[in-house]
């Protein structure tokens, strides 16, 4: 699961509120490489919670690699490292086992062989 | 400019959409100026007289050859990129010297080496450089040795002028990568001469590079004496072309292949091969090569269209041979005569629809049009222009093809023909993971160019079990993602070298961003996230030979809306039952989720199944207000129902309103469940005991053709 992926999920258990980011406990993860397409990052950077990013960028023991804010969208034109870097947190690490926890409720949704399970349970819908 | 084009008799409904699919990839259109109303464009189309819409032959207004030509060859990349075709990678180790080597195969492939081209220029440059080419073949590429044949161009003869325009071409940092790494200047930046000082090739030069340095040594942009002669190169574009170079296709090696074979190893990664084709006539040799550089990291991909049989100039048509005759000689000259040149070689094609005839009759027809001027020599192999005479005669009723009324023939110049390469490759047969409801290839790439799959897009299937869309998808250099309900088709498959990944590193494609399960019914997005994907392009289940689920529980079948809770010991290891999942509600959860998620202009794509006793008018297709329906192509399946593959495309934003009543709607079918599964039950319908009544009814209302059939 990549934190691509990540960024884009939320707990809907019926009556939770609060269920964004989901906090990321990674027992295994690896380093995948993707090509590399700046177009395709530009369209997808507004879409982006950054403090999502940066939150699971951190469990995932990588501190240093984006900055804490968000930069300016124009980084992305001019600031080649910045996207470089970019690309790798987004698309080249890669969770393959552990869980995605609910900040409000805890409820664990599992991730195995890299694939996150978010059916929710019959009586959370 | 209206050309003809012939279609494959195949999946007959499908034809002229794919083919406003492609144009709109290879920019026919104009492009949408931002903040204009997203409005779907579509060709004009006409029929030869008195043909039937199910023919092959159509004739379709295209602004240019070019596009034609694109549609027809389906070969192309995203306008704006510059006409590079076929895949590139770039050998690295070599770049780091002044200009580029390639590697080439050897002579097993039949070779043909372009002789030394030098050119003249007005302001005294010049510079040679020499290729050695080899013409395409269907060889096993792996094979195929390397030979290494040095191509450089350097300005080692050059003198710089003031004015001249040149690009760095100097040492590059070894990881490869050109933009990044390298302080100072980057590998590719163009500039201008400004001062020259000497005109040996380690003299220095000031030049002035159009983009700011970054990280490195800015001097405002100027560099004065900060390049040698040797680091540079001309930059040929603006320049008129004089160097017409033959065509030539090299050979690919797929890297893949070595990475398979050095096992993933950094060393075989960086055995990366420069292959390249490009037209006589087209683009000079230097501007290709200098787009090559910069789209190192990127591949070229090959959009292809699946039902197109060839794109033609029409010369002329008639229904007998005199007026055929008549009709090229009124084809005004300056048309046809660029193509007749002595110096140019060419071949006819005789081509019968529907009939075969014997090759002395071939032979009388190419004779028979001895009045048009042709002074080429003739050449069957590698012609530099096709001609084809293709006639489609009454051939008698019933034998599977549509109706003809009388004789037509039609003569025309090849702009594009087919390619049909790409489909045994990727067959259902051959693919390591399949299942029940795996998309079959063709129309998996159908799908895909419906969609309008390209790089940089990013297409989503929330019903991706096998992922065979995704991969039609991710071979037109798409990022994918993918959901599905059923964790064992997604992340388990049937082992570890038979699963979803494994179809991907099959055909060497890069894998889906994401794979996940989920429920289209109750999806897991962040509220607030929506424009997200470009495209989406599924199969949803029918609820006919497999049926949908969606989470709820197994107290929902029997019309109990509340659940059960689960105890708090079972926790942990819980897998959640699941409820049947009619179409009605999939295909509304479809349209919601695709209403929100796709950007604007993007387009979903998807199979929606109808019973045939019902009479099918587009009023019986889902709708939405955020969507414009823009292609429905019918596809029997059997003879209770057939599937319409529907192109819809945003064209209306996601409001709150629309959300609010998605939300009542979403209720709705939960409180009437049970309601839902009977009347949306195509499963019955379809496998009910023929009533030999509705049977004989259906004969007699079935309007559709009978060489209609699965495949046409």
Same mark, same amino acid.
């Given at each position: ?13 019926? %009556? ?11 027992e ?7 090509n ?11 879409? !982006? ?14 501190h ?5 804010d968000?930069?300016?969208? =124009? ?7 910045f996207?470089r ?10 969770? *393959? ?5 609910c ?23 | 400019?209206w ?14 959409? *794919? ?6 990839l ?20 006409n ?7 199910? @023919? ?36 690295e @180790? ?5 200009g580029? &080597? ?14 030394? +081209? ?32 040095? =191509? ?18 100097g ?6 990568l050109?933009?990044?790494?390298? &302080?100072?200047?980057?590998?590719g ?13 380690s ?17 405002g ?18 320049l ?11 050979? +690919?090696?797929?890297?893949e292949?070595? *990475? ?17 084709s ?12 200098h ?27 008639g229904?007998t041979?005199?007026?055929?005759e ?5 084809f005004p000259?300056?048309?046809?005569l660029p193509y ?8 006819? !094609?005789?081509?019968n ?15 028979g ?14 012609p ?6 293709? *006639?489609?005669d ?14 037509r ?5 090849e702009?594009?023909?087919a ?5 045994? $490759? ?15 290839? +063709?129309?998996?790439?159908l ?18 079990? $096998? ?19 059923? !964790? ?36 897991p ?19 006919v ?6 989470? %709820? ?25 699941? /409820? ?14 695709? /209403? ?25 297709f889902?709708?939405?207000p ?11 399946? @059997? ?12 064209t209306g ?8 009543? /998605? ?7 939960? +409180?009437n ?12 319908a379809?496998f ?8 004989k ?16």
């Amino acid at each position: 699961m990549r934190l691509l992926t990540h960024n884009m999920l939320a707990c809907n258990i019926k %009556g939770v509120t609060n269920g964004y980011p989901l906090r990321l406990e990674a027992e295994k993860w690896v380093e995948k490489e993707v090509n590399f397409n700046a177009d395709f990052l530009r369209s997808v950077f507004p879409k !982006i919670e950054w403090p999502a990013l940066v939150g699971a960028v951190r469990a995932l023991g990588c501190h240093d690699l984006l900055p804490q804010d968000a930069p300016n969208p =124009s980084a992305l034109d001019s600031d080649d490292d910045f996207l470089r870097r970019f690309h790798r947190a987004l698309l080249q690490l890669h969770v *393959e086992e552990g869980a995605l926890v609910c900040p409000e409720t805890g409820r664990r949704f599992p991730i195995s062989k890299g694939i996150p399970n978010m059916l929710l349970h019959e009586d959370e819908v | 400019m209206w050309f003809l084009c012939v279609f494959f008799h195949r999946l007959l409904d499908y034809r002229r959409p *794919e083919v406003e699919s492609l144009a709109e990839l290879f920019g026919a259109f104009e492009p949408m100026k931002d903040g204009s109303p997203v409005r779907p464009r579509s060709l004009e189309w006409n029929l030869p007289q008195n043909h039937h819409i199910d @023919s092959p032959f159509h004739f379709v207004n295209l602004p240019s050859e070019d596009v034609a030509r694109n549609i027809a060859r389906r070969r192309g990349t995203q306008p704006g990129r510059g006409s590079c075709l076929g895949r590139f990678l770039i050998k690295e @180790s070599y770049l780091g010297r002044i200009g580029w &080597r390639t590697q080439i195969p050897s002579a097993e492939s039949k070779g043909k080496e372009i002789g030394r +081209e030098e050119f003249d220029k007005d302001n005294e440059l010049q510079s040679h450089f020499q290729e050695s080419v080899a013409m395409e073949n269907d060889k096993d590429w792996s094979k195929i040795e390397a030979k290494v044949e040095s =191509s450089t161009t350097s300005s080692k003869n050059c003198i710089f002028k003031e004015g001249d325009r040149v690009e760095y071409v100097g040492t590059m940092h070894s990881s490869g990568l050109p933009f990044t790494a390298q &302080r100072g200047l980057y590998y590719g930046f163009g500039g201008k001469v400004i001062l020259t000082f000497e005109d040996n090739r380690s003299s220095k030069i000031g030049v002035r590079f159009d983009k700011q340095i970054v990280e490195g040594n800015d001097l405002g942009g100027i560099c004065e004496g900060f390049c040698t002669a040797d680091l540079l190169h001309l930059d040929c574009f603006g320049l008129d072309d004089s160097a017409r170079i033959a065509i030539n296709e090299l050979v +690919e090696v797929v890297i893949e292949e070595a *990475e398979k074979k050095g096992g993933g190893n950094s060393q075989a990664r960086k055995t990366r091969v420069l292959f390249y084709s490009f037209h006589r006539d087209d683009i000079p040799a230097e501007s290709v090569m200098h787009k090559f550089l910069l789209l190192r990291n990127s591949r070229c991909f090959l959009f292809t269209g699946m039902l197109v049989k060839g794109i033609y100039e029409l010369w002329g048509e008639g229904t007998t041979d005199d007026d055929l005759e008549k009709a090229i000689k009124g084809f005004p000259d300056e048309r046809k005569l660029p193509y007749l040149k002595p110096e140019s070689s060419f071949r006819i !094609i005789v081509d019968n629809f529907g009939k075969v005839i014997s090759f002395q009759e071939q032979n009388e027809r190419i004779r028979g049009l001895s009045y048009i001027p042709f002074k080429g020599r003739v050449d069957l192999r590698n012609p530099d222009h096709k001609f084809w005479l293709m *006639e489609i005669d009454d051939y008698g009723e019933n034998n599977g093809l549509p109706p003809v009324v009388e004789r037509r023939i039609f003569f025309g110049r090849e702009v594009g023909a087919a390619d049909r390469k790409l489909l045994p $490759t990727y067959q259902l047969k051959s693919r390591k993971y399949i299942g029940p409801t795996a998309m079959d290839a +063709e129309i998996a790439f159908l799908m895909a160019n419906q969609g309008l799959a390209r790089p940089g897009k990013l297409i989503y299937d929330p019903f991706v079990g $096998t992922g065979s869309i995704l991969v039609a998808a991710a071979h037109f250099g798409a990022m994918t993602m993918g959901a599905d309900i059923d !964790i064992r088709v997604v992340r388990d498959g049937r082992g570890p070298d038979c699963n979803v990944w494994s179809n991907f590193e099959q055909y060497g494609l890069p894998k889906p961003l994401s794979l996940m399960r989920s429920d289209n019914n109750l999806p897991p997005w962040r509220s607030g996230l929506k424009e997200v994907f470009d495209a989406i392009i599924c199969d949803p289940p029918y609820g006919v030979r497999a049926g949908g689920r969606k989470s %709820g529980g197994r107290k929902l079948l029997k019309g109990t809306v509340d659940p059960y809770t689960v105890p708090e010991e079972k926790r942990f290891d819980h897998i959640p039952s699941t /409820a049947a999942y009619s179409l009605a509600e999939c295909v509304n959860d479809l349209l919601e989720l695709a /209403a929100r998620m796709l950007v604007m202009g993007g387009r979903l794509v998807f199979f929606f199944p109808v019973l045939r006793e019902d009479v099918v008018t587009v009023a019986q297709f889902p709708e939405h207000p955020c969507f414009t329906l823009i292609a429905s192509c019918e596809q029997i399946l @059997s003879l209770r129902y057939s599937r319409y593959l529907l192109t819809m495309v945003k064209t209306g934003h996601y409001t709150e309103e629309i959300s609010e009543l /998605a939300r009542k709607k979403h209720s709705d079918f939960r +409180e009437n469940h049970l309601k839902w599964m009977e009347e949306g039950n195509l499963h019955s319908a379809v496998f009910s005991s023929s009533d030999s009544q509705t049977t004989k009814a259906l004969f007699d209302r079935d309007s559709k053709p009978k060489y209609r059939g699965k495949y046409v």
